[in-house]
């Protein structure tokens, strides 16, 4: 995946820093330049890449850092704050509630892998104990409802279409309509695919947003989309109220940093990544995590996730308080060594990369 590379290149470009004897202003402004030039490479817009540079200029100002200051850390802490600044609107997505009807209308261009991620994003919550229910109200593509209901029967999940009905709307208000009445929790409307340019199919997709009143639209978008995310992004943003961005297909050669774009275009987060053809392969996103692994510096966050995860919750206050007192017997150690082992390879957790398939066994499901 290119989305490494351009880890690869920015953790390089920190080291290439780190390995001068005195960072001043030419070795920061080498190193800035060795990081814009691989999130270009990479698809990142222009002005993000520029504004970022700057933003960093400015936090790392290396008259001002007082001897003593480790400036590299300095200057990796920003380079890792402006990219989460990137790819964090600063506002969550609407979050549906389990047992509480949602309708969720997914849009964006046509073959960006809409339909696949409608089933795949209903596939993940049903597994979670919700019920989704799926609506095909894409009436441009001819086969889209027949891909829809292949896809919802293969996943156990009911879902609503019509192969005579043409309007689009009044299939989405039955559907939406008709899964309220069975007390489905998630009910997910497939849209027609469209070009930016296609004010018609456009006008369309306003008109099943007014009819449905969608809790959450989410922009499905192709990482492959390079320097257009933005526009395009943007375009859809203009005309519903897009909530937030699934990136598709990260598992392909895309360079991927048009999700970047796209996050800025839609001042939206990303919510999941598509990352196969197959039923399971879609990831929930969490920038933190993912910056992290981009600049290799490993996933800290699911670390600490694991550790909660292994050390009980009730036994932690109880340990802290020992500690405090200057109590640490064998028992202590011994017992925080069985929760050491309970986690596995260390390394396993921090030197995950972006694409969890590199050291993941292939997926044992069959693509649709
Ligand atoms: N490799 C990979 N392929 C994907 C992913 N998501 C979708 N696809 C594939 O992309 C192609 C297009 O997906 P669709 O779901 O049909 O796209 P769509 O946006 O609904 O298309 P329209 O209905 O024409 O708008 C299919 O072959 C999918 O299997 C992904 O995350 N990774």
Known sequence: MVLAQLGG????????????????????????????????????????????????????NLDDLAAGHNKRRIIQQAVFNELCKILDPGKPSFTPRKGKPSVIMFVGLQGSGKTTTCTKYAYYHQ???????????????????????QNATKAKIPFYGSYTESDPVKIAVAGVETFKKENCDLI????????????????????????????????????????????QAQA?????????????????????GGALSAVAATKSPVIFIGTGEHM????????????????GMGDWFGFMDKIHE???????????????????????????????????????????TQNPRDHEAPSQTQPW
């Not at 989704?132 to 209901?149: E, H, I, N, S, Y």
């Not at 969490?286 to 992290?292: E, G, T």
Request: glycine fraction near 6%; hydrophobic fraction near 45%; charged fraction near 25%.
């Open 9 to 60: 290149s920015i953790t390089r470009a920190l080291q290439q820093m780190s390995n001068a004897t005195i960072i001043d202003e030419k070795v920061l402004n080498e190193c800035l330049n060795e990081i814009t030039r691989a999130l270009l490479q990479a698809d990142v817009q222009f002005k993000l890449v520029r504004d970022m540079a700057t933003n960093i200029k400015k936090i790392v």
């Open 127 to 149: 597994k979670k104990g919700w019920k989704p229910a799926l609506v095909c109200a894409d009436t441009f593509r001819a086969g889209a409802f027949d891909q829809l209901k």
């Open 188 to 231: 997910i409307v497939d849209t027609s695919g469209r070009h930016k340019q296609e004010a018609a199919l456009f006008e369309e997709m306003r008109q099943v947003a007014e009819a449905t009143k969608p809790d959450l639209v989410i922009f499905v978008m192709d990482s492959s989309i390079g320097q257009a995310a933005f526009d």
């Open 236 to 256: 859809f943003k203009q005309s519903v109220a897009v909530g937030a961005v699934i990136v598709t297909k990260m598992d392909g050669h895309a360079k991927g």
């Open 280 to 295: 399971d392969e879609f990831e929930v996103f969490d920038v933190k995590p993912f910056v992290s692994r981009l600049l």
């Open 310 to 352: 292994v050390v009980p919750m009730d036994q932690q206050p109880e340990f802290l308080q020992k500690l405090s007192e200057g109590h640490f017997t064998l028992r202590i150690m011994y017992e925080q060594f069985q929760n050491i082992l309970k986690m596995g390879p260390i390394g396993q957790e921090s030197v995950k």
